[in-house]
């Protein structure tokens, strides 16, 4: 069974930095790409990033870029989002999600497995 875990959320200030981790089980890890993507109040879910694991390829969207990292531990079956410099839009539900590498389309939006989501507030 595939399981993702998210981790790590909470409150900060604007300007600091939180570290999220996903933590997945229940597939070959190097086979999948996995992704973050958030929902924050009242609006939809949108894209952070990407990683083509055996590629070690990621993919930003542009209202992150520069400001997030995407890494992942191979030997953990972990994948990590590094958020510096937050803003309070960043205030979001994050999630952990994976999808089969050969059925990735590149685009970095549809997913087969979501994790439960961990919830980061970015006071003002």
């Known amino acids: 069974e595939v399981q993702l875990v998210e981790s790590g959320g909470g409150l900060v200030q604007a300007g600091g930095s939180l570290r999220l981790s996903c933590a997945a089980s229940g597939f070959t890890f190097d086979d999948y790409v996995i992704g973050w993507f958030r929902q924050a109040p009242g609006r939809g879910r949108e894209g952070v990033s990407c990683l083509m694991i055996k590629h070690d390829s990621t993919y930003y969207y542009e209202s992150v870029k520069g400001r997030f990292t995407m890494t992942s531990d191979n030997a953990k079956n972990t994948v990590y989002l590094q958020m510096n410099s937050l803003k309070p839009e960043d205030t979001a539900d994050y999630y952990c999600?994976?999808?089969?590498?050969?059925?990735?389309?590149?685009?970095?939006?549809?997913?087969?497995?979501w994790g439960k989501g961990t919830l980061v507030t970015v006071s003002s």
């Open positions: 999600a994976a999808i089969e590498y050969d059925d990735y389309d590149g685009l970095c939006e549809g997913m087969d497995y």
